[in-house]
């Protein structure tokens, strides 16, 4: 009665063991580049983040309460908070810390501006010790040592406005739907949407001038992006496909259901244009950068792409 025992080998040439052997080391050595590329992720994140937002909170009281003449609402505190690392900002609805509704029926009747202008003054009378920042859009408003962003909006009728990019002409918004659909879409992702957002931002932050991509159209792409997404539910996955996703989709105007439409990329131009196409090259050439340093599994080259201070 012998048994002929036998195993996994049995019947295996040494190149077929060789082959196998070599699979499961590549596996590994996949396994260990992910992670090491995700913890660099992670502790970029952190540069992002690293906001007190009790802080944050006092901060934002402290400016309602010295506007109170000139403000009929403080809206929108976003859960996101703000995405400012160092000195880099791009100006987006996740970015702000908080909306601020002017008071005044007059005010949508004037330049942005001229309202920004307005507020800024009342800002550098009532807090004179604050540093005060401004683009065409938001005032940023540096309160012991903290950073904080104010979107300032008017109404008109029952909407509500922000400056247009230019500056030149008021855009209605509707920042709950906005927040709203982000927020369902991030959480949808495994509260992943937001954190991709940052690092992509942060990215967009070292293109040429003419290639770059305002904050809210960064957003209005990633919901565009994740939407629908299947895959990996990490920051590293979801950056590649961002970036993948985006090189095409900018290519056309977002049509937004949440009101957004006229300022997220009118400042692009229209389908196919040349400023349109620039973006779409230049967000091409980091999801080909990215699957090279995949390739090579290098993650040297991740964060060459991600840390631009690092270069």
Not at 7 to 13: A, H, K, L, N, T
Not at 122 to 142: F, H, M, Q, S, W
Not at 186 to 196: D, E, L, T, W, Y
Request: aromatic share 6%; proline share 3%.
């Amino acid at each position: 009665m012998g048994g002929s025992g036998g195993g996994y080998f049995e019947d295996r040439s040494p190149k077929n063991i060789q082959d196998d052997l070599r699979k499961e080391e590549q596996a590994t050595d996949t396994q260990v580049f992910e992670t090491k590329v995700s913890t660099e992720i992670a502790s970029l994140l952190t540069e992002y983040n690293d906001r007190d937002t009790s802080a944050v909170t006092t901060a934002i009281d402290t400016l309602r309460k010295a506007l109170e003449s000139e403000i009929e609402d403080v809206s929108i505190n976003p859960v996101f908070g703000g995405s400012v690392r160092k000195h880099t900002y791009v100006n987006g609805i996740s970015d702000i810390d908080s909306l601020f509704v002017l008071k005044g029926e007059g005010l949508a009747r004037e330049k942005p501006g001229v309202v920004l202008d307005h507020f800024e003054e009342a800002l550098r009378v009532k807090l004179p010790a604050c540093n005060i920042e401004r683009d065409n859009i938001a005032l940023g408003v540096t309160i012991n040592g903290l950073k904080i962003e104010i979107l300032p909006a008017v109404r008109q009728g029952n909407k509500l406005a922000i400056s247009s990019v230019s500056g030149e002409q008021w855009s209605r918004i509707s920042p709950e739907a906005f927040f709203r659909k982000l927020s369902e879409v991030n959480a949808r992702q495994g509260s992943k949407v937001v954190p991709c957002i940052k690092m992509v931002k942060g990215v967009i932050d070292g293109f040429p001038e003419s290639h770059k991509l305002r904050g809210y159209h960064v957003e209005s792409l990633a919901i565009e992006a994740f939407k629908g997404y299947r895959g990996p539910q990490n920051t590293k996955a979801m950056i590649e496909h961002f970036f993948t996703s985006a090189s095409e989709r900018v290519l056309q105007p977002i049509r937004d259901k949440s009101g957004q439409s006229l300022h997220v990329d009118g400042y692009a131009g229209s389908k196919n244009s040349e400023t349109r196409r620039l973006m779409s090259q230049s967000l091409d050439r980091v999801a080909r950068r990215i699957k090279n340093a995949n390739a090579s599994q290098s993650v040297d080259h991740w964060m060459r792409i991600l840390d631009q201070e690092s270069e």
